[in-house]
């Protein structure tokens, strides 16, 4: 194959794509149905509708609970086995850093105890 060709064969391909594309959107365009808001969302309706909508989504975390669950414990375990594998570069790093930033992280320290105890007092003089 030529260039040429190649070019030619990649435009084809590209412009079957965004027809496809565009067919695509206006199908999904075209299966949507218009909302009424004012009779969806007027005095009577709007709590019934609010109260659905919360069980709705309450259901929907119900059923995917189980698989929630373990996509955390699985995080977990890796970030823990990460760690374990990198324990001695993280220890280094940490100690590194607290190196090179002691004079920030002191002057950090001070302000943030001062900030805590001001808050401490005020909440003490209320």
Known sequence: MTLEELKKLRKENFLAHKKKKKAYYLKSKIAKKEIDYE?????LNFFSKIKEIAHEQKK?????KES????LKEYKNLKKEYYEQNKEKILEYN???RERKK?????YRIEYYKRLKEKQ???DKE
């Open 68 to 71: 929630i669950i373990s996509k």
């Open 95 to 97: 100690k590194e850093y």
């Open 39 to 43: 009779a969806e969302l007027n005095n």
């Open 103 to 107: 004079e920030e992280l002191k002057a």
């Open 121 to 123: 007092n005020k909440l």
């Open 60 to 64: 929907y975390i119900d059923d995917r």
